[in-house]
């Protein structure tokens, strides 16, 4: 178990990360390490994420508290799951790269 959590570890840091202009997201490949979002591919995401924070911070911080939640978006996956408690950081699974996926597509 300990090689295998190992192993993880050392693939997990050679992959190459990206993160949003505002560190409140990060996106990288489960197994592409030269996987890339484009600059315009980036920015249509950081858009959509601080939308989304605007229409839910009322329901989560009614005193007027910023809602400013941190996740990583991994890109290559074999299912779309989202990954997440209380105490770690988050995590969005795609099979491809695609911020505006709707429902009718899972």
């Known amino acids: 178990m300990l090689k295998v959590a190992f192993a993880l570890s050392l693939l997990s840091s050679a992959t190459l990360t990206q993160s949003s202009s505002d560190g409140s997201f990060t996106v ?3 197994k592409d390490a030269s996987f ?3 600059p315009a591919q980036m920015r249509e995401t950081e858009t959509i994420f601080h939308s989304v924070c605007e229409v839910v911070q009322p329901e989560y911080h009614p ?3 910023e809602l400013h939640p941190h996740f990583t978006v991994i890109i290559g996956t074999e299912f779309k799951e989202v990954h997440s408690n209380r105490t770690q950081l988050g995590e969005i699974w795609m099979m491809k790269w695609e911020p505006w996926c709707s429902r ?3």
């Open 104 to 106: 009718k597509e899972r």
């Open 63 to 65: 005193a007027g508290g």
């Open 28 to 30: 990288r490949h489960f």
């Open 36 to 38: 890339s979002v484009k």
